[in-house]
């Protein structure tokens, strides 16, 4: 993860906490964020891909990855309303998933 990740999306979350507040409400718009956010980039994916005739293709690749990086700092804007510790909890979750995947590879193993 990138090292700016935390300290930047903490300073959004200080400053979304004195102009919104940090009610369930609050909480509930940021989870909301990251699907709206989604939405973006699957719209810019079909902007990418042509899929609508009448707007043909709108979009690249840089403006999907760019609107993926929009999920990902929604995401963990939004963790911060769920967790204490959001960069450990990601943490945790990631090497959760490099065990399964590390699992899954053994498992898949053909005997010599």
Known sequence: MSAVLWPVTAH???ALNA?????EHESAMRLMKVTEEAGEATAAY???TGQNPRKGTTHTRADVADELCDVIIA??????A??????AVLDAKLHAA???LHAHDL???LPL
């Not at 102009?19 to 009610?23: F, I, K, L, P, R």
């Not at 995401?75 to 911060?80: D, N, Q, R």
Request: aromatic share 4%.
């Open 75 to 80: 995401a963990a804007v939004a963790l911060h």
């Open 46 to 48: 079909i902007g990418m």
């Open 12 to 14: 959004i979350v200080v």
């Open 82 to 87: 769920f967790s204490a510790a959001p960069p």
């Open 107 to 109: 498992s898949t193993e």
């Open 19 to 23: 102009a919104n507040g940090t009610g």
């Open 98 to 100: 490099a065990r399964r």
